[in-house]
């Protein structure tokens, strides 16, 4: 968390990172969980059921305390009650996620919508926002903060909110939960047009990857360092932690080179990841726990459904064998 966090010794505006004033925030190894496997899907609400979820968290209690959950559908209520009822070690972050309020008409795949369905999207994102509220209040013990939205200000986003009905939104939360409250983006918006909506938020929290923007492997974790620093610099007295940070496993071509991905290079940036995030005290959220087949196009060589450091089947990739062995 920077705050305290950042790498050693680097001075961010004057102050060193491990000056900053810190949050109470869990410490740990933190993962993004998401569980949907073949034929499961949040589009088609076809969730994964409380059996399959127990599988996935007695896998993940070996080596993670911290899980992120996206949204606060019946799979994040489920995950909730199966830690509970359970017992077992996990924190959680718990989002809301929040569908399209504006047209986004640059967005490559498909960010133009009716006024009809706009209007739909804002009655479902307020009725979102109440579930966020309601099972972070009925799980306190378990969610220690919130994120209000993900990725929708991000100018390739396709389901952009505004940022003063942003800020309206965290008001909100802020005002019925006791938990910190947060909101998940890339580091880009953060410095360019986010400051109004730091100004309410307990603690920022930055999506970075390399790869997407062409970085080999040798530059990627400075690539990562500069993101988050450069979001740091912007806000002094702002906690910064990290809520997705990861690297693809194959890909069909298209965004992403086949040269820069693959099991061996997800293993040194993970590896690299922890050693940086760790050493300068920087909660991060792996990304991500499962490979997830319902993402991106029909391709099965796309590469949104490639980040996870287990396969949908649930076998260890190549960074995960040292822990959990070879595949069976």
Not at 7 to 33: D, F, M, V, W
Not at 240 to 261: D, K, Q, Y
């Amino acid at each position: 968390m920077l705050g305290p966090t950042g790498a050693s010794g680097t001075k961010t505006g004057g102050r060193s990172l491990t000056e900053r004033t810190p949050l109470n925030l869990p410490q740990g190894n933190a993962i993004c969980y998401s569980g949907y496997r073949e034929g499961q899907s949040p589009g088609e609400q076809i969730f994964p059921s409380r059996e399959e979820i127990l599988e996935d968290l007695l896998i993940l209690q070996k080596n993670w305390t911290l899980l992120r959950l996206y949204d606060c559908s019946l799979h994040a209520e489920r995950v909730l009650e199966v830690i509970e009822t359970e017992g077992l070690p996990f924190k959680v972050l718990l989002g809301a996620y929040l569908a399209a309020e504006l047209n986004n008409f640059g967005c490559p795949w498909g960010g133009t919508y009716t006024e009809e369905q706009l209007a739909l999207n804002r009655a479902e994102n307020a009725a979102e926002l109440e579930r966020l509220i309601r099972l972070a209040q009925r799980y306190e013990a378990l969610v220690f903060a919130v994120a209000v939205g993900n990725e929708c200000t991000v100018e390739w986003s396709d389901h952009i909110v505004a940022v003063p009905q942003m800020v309206a939104y965290v008001q909100h939360v802020k005002q019925a939960l006791r938990q910190p409250v947060t909101f998940c983006e890339n580091y880009v918006p953060w410095i360019t047009k986010l400051a109004p909506l730091v100004e309410v938020l307990d603690f920022i929290s930055v999506h970075t990857y390399p790869v997407w923007e062409y970085k080999r492997i040798e530059e990627a974790i400075s690539y990562t360092r500069d993101n988050v620093e450069s979001v740091a610099r912007c806000y002094p007295d702002k906690p910064v932690i990290i809520t997705e940070a990861g690297w693809a496993t194959h890909s069909n071509g298209r965004g992403m080179p086949l040269e820069l991905v693959s099991e061996s290079l997800q293993e040194v940036y993970y590896r690299a990841l922890m050693s940086w995030s760790q050493e300068a005290g920087i909660l991060t959220f792996v990304f991500e726990a499962f490979d997830e087949p319902w993402k991106g196009s029909p391709d099965p060589m796309e590469p949104e459904k490639h980040w996870g450091l287990f396969t949908v089947d649930r076998r260890p990739k190549l960074v995960m064998q040292g822990l959990f062995g070879l595949p069976s």
